[in-house]
């Protein structure tokens, strides 16, 4: 079967660096996108990685082992406004999108 | 660019009641559109596919015949609740994806329904 593993929960502080961590187990592999939702809100795009390696963006990077089926969203100088769950979604050799159970998480003053 | 929207925001309806909710894509054309549910604090479930002038695709699970989807034309798909009941109460979410080779799926911002 597929599956996507994420922490459920995670809590930071602010200023800090926080880093979430995503494994799948997918048939085939066209790439994977993280996705910030904010609590009664759709999702919003972060990033997406097909290749292997770091994409920064500002404070958010992502990055992406294809050998491991492993990536992983660093947050850096976090703020208040960051506390959102997030969430991993892979694209399988269907071209279907297959999405964690994302990760909550909490940023504290 | 790649704006959808989402009417209404959000529904209170009967119980027994039909519910529409319209789904389009404002500056692009959208040839796959997606249908998500969400319940509180459960992640996304994917509910349908549709590709424009063709029948949906359900997930395993989701009754056709209780979801109707059309997807008309290139902008807009509608998903029907029909004779809903409390437990259809949730978050439903629809995103669009347009015909180049990315995979980005741009979500409307969600449609809240209350079955009362």
């Known amino acids: 079967g597929q599956n996507i593993d994420q922490p459920t929960e995670m809590t930071a502080t602010e200023g800090a660096i926080v880093q979430i961590n995503c494994t799948y187990q997918?048939?085939?592999?066209?790439?994977l996108f993280w996705y910030q939702q904010h609590a009664g809100e759709a999702p919003t795009f972060l990033s997406y990685?097909?290749l292997d390696g770091l994409e920064e963006k500002g404070r958010f990077s992502s990055f992406l082992s294809r050998s491991k089926g492993y990536s992983y969203l660093l947050l850096k100088e976090l703020q208040m406004k960051d506390s959102a769950s997030y969430l991993c979604a892979v694209i399988d050799s269907n071209y279907q999108l297959i999405w964690g159970a994302g990760t909550k998480l909490i940023i504290k003053p | 660019g790649a704006v959808v929207s989402q009417h209404p925001s959000w529904v209170i309806c009967k119980s027994g009641t039909s519910v529409k909710i319209e789904c389009r894509s404002l500056d692009f054309q959208a040839t796959t559109m997606f249908w998500y549910r969400q319940f509180p604090k459960q992640s996304l479930m994917l509910m349908a596919t549709s590709n424009e002038g063709s029948k949906a695709t359900y997930e395993q699970g989701v009754e056709k015949d209780k979801f109707l989807i059309n997807h008309a034309s290139l902008t807009l798909s509608t998903l029907t609740v029909t004779s809903a009941h409390p437990e259809d109460s949730s978050f439903y979410i629809c995103s669009a994806r347009g015909s180049g080779d990315s995979y980005e799926q741009y979500f409307g911002p969600g449609t809240r329904l209350t079955v009362t």
């Open positions: 997918t048939s085939g592999f066209n790439g």
């Open positions: 990685n097909v």
